[in-house]
């Protein structure tokens, strides 16, 4: 039951990150390089105070390879969703990281298997029927922007399977990544933007569904195997959507609910594959 609260908790973090982050850029509270400077630097400032609570300098562990795919997946997926709807960046995003998960755990010799194949198959069709004909098409520079987010957090995602110190790599992650996104940032043209509701979004996606989130989801990746892990996510376009609906009057469809119906199927069929494969 624990385990499943926290899984619950997590997907529902990565999903707040969709609306937090189109609330802003949407409605013009922020610029997508701002709101992630913010966001980085929420997330490293409530982890070190954790840390130093708990354990002190001693038990931050350091990875340049794993900030930057952090700093990259972060700004890529603002960029992104300055031109996409929140649905959408989250199938595109979500879909990516399913590949990559996957390619890796086959690579690495993760036994799929036929039953856990047709789950991830009927999960993929899940998020497909949002983008049947009829449904918004996204324009090719922000899909491939939230592409290669994806492919970020997919191989960030993987490498945490390795980590030993959920907290202390997570809190090292962020440290690193904030004068690697505040370069990035000052070598924009753009001008900064961010009003009081941008900064309290960013500040929420940072501190909360971010930083937080990510130390359990590095806890969670290394008891699970990377289809698992993956499609698990495949269930935040769905909830994604439904935020969308909720804060952002984003209009709910019928190709919505069957969507989340197949995609929770699927999940299922490669929990129960999962299971069986361990007993």
Request: glycine residues 10%; positive net charge; hydrophobic residues 55%.
């Amino acid at each position: 039951m624990k385990k499943f609260l926290l899984i619950a908790f997590t997907l529902l973090a990565f999903a707040a990150n969709s609306v937090l982050c189109r609330i802003a850029l949407r409605e013009g509270h922020a610029d997508p390089a701002t709101f992630s400077v913010l966001r980085l630097l929420a997330g490293a400032v409530v982890l070190l105070l954790l840390q130093l609570a708990s354990r002190g300098w001693g038990g931050i562990r350091w990875n340049m390879v794993n900030a930057g795919l952090l700093t990259a997946y972060v700004l890529l997926f603002s960029l992104a969703y300055l031109h996409l709807d929140t649905a959408t960046g989250a199938l595109l995003l979500f879909g990516a990281v399913q590949v990559c998960m996957v390619l890796w755990g086959t690579l690495q010799g993760e036994k799929t298997g036929l039953r856990k194949w047709s789950g991830i198959a009927v999960a993929i069709a899940g998020i497909a029927i949002l983008l049947l004909p009829g449904a918004s098409m996204p324009s090719a520079l922000p899909a491939i922007m939230m592409i290669a987010s994806g492919l970020a957090w997919g191989a960030y995602s993987v490498r945490g399977k390795r980590v030993s110190d959920p907290t202390g790599a997570t809190t090292g992650n962020f440290l690193l990544s904030v004068p690697i996104i505040a370069t990035l940032f000052l070598l924009s043209p753009e001008h900064a933007l961010a009003d009081r509701w941008g900064i309290l979004l960013a500040l929420i996606s940072g501190g909360l569904t971010s930083g937080l989130a990510y130390v359990l989801w590095y806890v969670i990746v290394r008891d699970i195997s990377s289809a698992t892990a993956s499609t698990l996510q495949l269930s935040v376009p769905c909830l994604a959507a439904l935020g969308g609906t909720l804060f952002l009057g984003e209009i709910p469809s019928i190709r919505m609910v069957i969507a989340a119906v197949l995609v929770l199927a699927g999940i299922l069929i490669v929990i129960k594959a999962d299971r069986r494969a361990a007993g």
